[in-house]
């Protein structure tokens, strides 16, 4: 992580001027200003700083125009939730989420068609000709919403009381589509302390993947080549 | 489980540990890479471009019709505008040095004293202090964003940047750089307003005495303190101001917040409608006629003069001329439709207001052949205007200019009437444009045709002409008004004539 101890000397009474800009765009896209958001977008320099950030996690992985396209993809994304009530208490976070998870999926779909190139065969799980794309939308859909299901299934398993009431709130905010939800953020709503989230989080999904596995979910495959610098920060070792 | 969901559920898992993820120190991160390691100008343009891109395709697949809108405008233009924007706020980015300190003075008994509550910038407090400096000792802000285009060019000519006296200039349009129009800031217009009530709204200034907020004001209390328009005490009121100022403990973040509030954050204020204005000042003049109702003209100019000077009009007293003769135009218009076609009065209020402007280009035109003079010669004619103007059926007010030709054109004037008939506003929008434009065309042919003939009839009877209908008073005279406009063209037909003496050459 580098260091930011310039800007926190700069706003330590407060916030910094770039994160001024960002309220700003927030506000904007809140009064449906699309181009007043940009401004001071740009304004704040957030978007230099993200497009930098992504180039230098995926250099030689992703070519400058993906990494332009993952960035306007999470400003438009956040523009539209914004300016449509959704809980986004902070723009910078939720657009890097959304640059930095569209860049992940781009690798992976790089990843697999490659790996399907290798193998010179069609994977089984590939898109079925016979399968017209509203079918396989709303199969996609069925299954996300069976996911969800199983998932709240499990949870009585994982504890009770806290860790229950925020995985659920983590999992509520997933089916709404929301793309950041801070510990702060659930811990204000819940009233625990932003740390005590992180625990109970660290501490849910744990057992909630144990108890995925008992009922026969097998665990993601790591795909080659992705790190995720920023997991690290947010789960503290129980 | 019977129905594999192992591929969703993963993706759940994942989609809830990021939605889920503190990434504020990350987000600090990327807005100090982005001051530090900002794009080039190019890749910033190349990345707006595309993120303005998506985002209308986004509008466009959501039917979001505001931000498609607001995203309508000249792709280029925008991002020249915000790219340039980006650049001058990189450089208020630059730590402050060490600064002198503007004391702010008391003035009329007042002491400078703390702001209590502290005003509230952007969502953040700052610690300002109220007392007076004299308006000399204010610099002009010269990073001010209206400046931009003049500073650049100023410094292209001139090869540094401008003094605090050139920058005066400049703001009140006094230092001619080409393509600037005079005045742009309407400074003058300002310095009026001030003249009469003082500077209403502290400007704010940094702890040395530049500003932060206000140069159009500051700017406009120099104009009446080296301008004659304005008289002793005016100047009185422009030689001190009243200032909020920052205090030596304020942050970097501090000024950004003002700056960010005043200029980015709209202050949701809204002048009147020309209509009410215009409404007030009609009502003072009347006021006044009604105590002096002998006044005559040189009088009634003094009197104007008067109500100009209240309503900060400026000195002369074009602007409540204009706004007596509107506000006469549309009580007309209102009485009509009241009382003649039985409608609601405040219905017919609201579409005076709507329509106040027109008011104006109805006014003009009062000799022979314009618009007001067509009108007041033909009641039908000017109870059809109102009508159109009613349900909103001439499509912009350049019509009204076209009206002094469709007065006698029954071709045209069957168009308007139709257009009055007819129920859907955008076909009646059509058919009074196809009646101006008959009634253009037909006047056009009506100036070029015939020409010989006209001028053989009309100089045969000049020439016959007795000598006593040209002197003044005699029964039957020409009017002295009718023989200046003969003077005029006469004059006219000598400039089109060959200075060798013959009219070969006139085109």
Partial sequence: MADTA??????????????????????????????????ALVA?????????????????????????????????????????????????????????????????????????????????????????????????????KEASRVARLLLPRIGQGQIVDVMTMVI????????????????ETLALSASAVRSLL???????????????????????????DDDSEDCEEL | MELDVSSEFNRLIAAAR?????????????????????????????????????????AARRGDVQAATALSGDMDAFIKSVTDERERVGALHQPSSARPILELQPFNGIQPHPVRPSPVFHEREVAVREGFVRTKDIQLWDENERLDIHLNQFRRTHGRGPTGDELLDIMMGQLPLPGATKDQFEIRQLAQSIAVNGVRKPPIIDVDGTLLDGNRRVTACHLILNSEEFDAGEKRRAEWVQVWQLTEHATQADRESVIVSLNFEPDYKQDWPEYVKARKVHAEWQAMLALESRANSVRQRDLKRQVSKKFALGPDTHHVTRYIQMVELA?????????????????????????????????????????????????????????????????????????????????????????????NVDRAQSLVDDGCSAARTARAIERSVAGNKRIEVFVDWLEGAPVRIFRPGAPDSIRPENLQRLYRALKLVESYLDPSGTNESVA
């Fill in chain 1, 202 to 228: 660290s501490r849910g999904f744990e057992r909630l993947e144990r108890e995925a596995r008992r009922e026969g979910i097998t665990l993601p495959e790591a795909v080659p080549g992705i790190v995720r």
């Fill in chain 1, 44 to 144: 704040s320099r957030y978007l230099d700083g993200l497009t930098r950030r992504l180039e230098n996690d995926w250099r030689g992985r992703l070519p400058r125009s993906e990494i332009e396209d993952c960035v306007a993809i999470a400003v438009d994304g956040a523009y539209d939730a914004v300016a449509h009530g959704r809980l986004v208490r902070n723009l910078g976070a939720w657009i890097w989420k959304v640059a930095s998870n569209k860049a992940i999926d781009r690798w992976t779909d790089d990843y697999q068609l490659r790996a399907v190139m290798e193998s010179d065969t069609l994977s089984d799980s590939r898109a079925d000709p016979e399968i017209d794309s509203d079918s396989a939308q709303r199969l996609a859909e069925y299954r996300a």
């Fill in chain 2, 331 to 423: 009580d007309e218009f209102e009485d009509y439709h009241v009382s003649e076609r039985t409608r609601d009065r405040y219905e017919v209020k609201h579409k005076a207001e709507r329509y106040f402007q027109y008011f104006d280009e109805l006014g003009k035109g009062k000799g022979a052949g314009g618009v007001n003079y067509s009108l007041n010669q033909d009641e039908p004619f000017k109870h059809l205007v109102y009508d159109l103007l009613f349900e909103g059926k001439f499509s912009n007010w350049n019509k009204i200019r076209d009206l002094k030709y469709v007065a006698n054109n029954e071709e045209a004037l069957a168009f308007l009437r139709e257009a009055r008939d007819e129920h």
């Fill in chain 2, 18 to 58: 990021s939605v889920s993820r503190e990434v504020g120190e990350t987000v600090s991160d990327i807005l100090k890479r982005g001051l530090e390691q900002p794009l080039a100008r190019e890749e910033a343009c190349a990345l707006l471009t595309r993120v303005v891109e998506v985002m209308r395709e986004g």
């Fill in chain 1, 6 to 39: 310039d800007l926190r000397e700069e706003s330590r009474d407060g916030k910094s001027t770039a994160e001024a800009f960002l309220e700003v765009a927030r506000q904007a896209a809140a009064a449906g200003r699309p181009d007043r958001m940009l401004a």
């Fill in chain 1, 172 to 187: 509520d905010a997933v089916e709404q589509g929301l793309e950041d939800l801070s510990p702060s953020a659930i811990g």
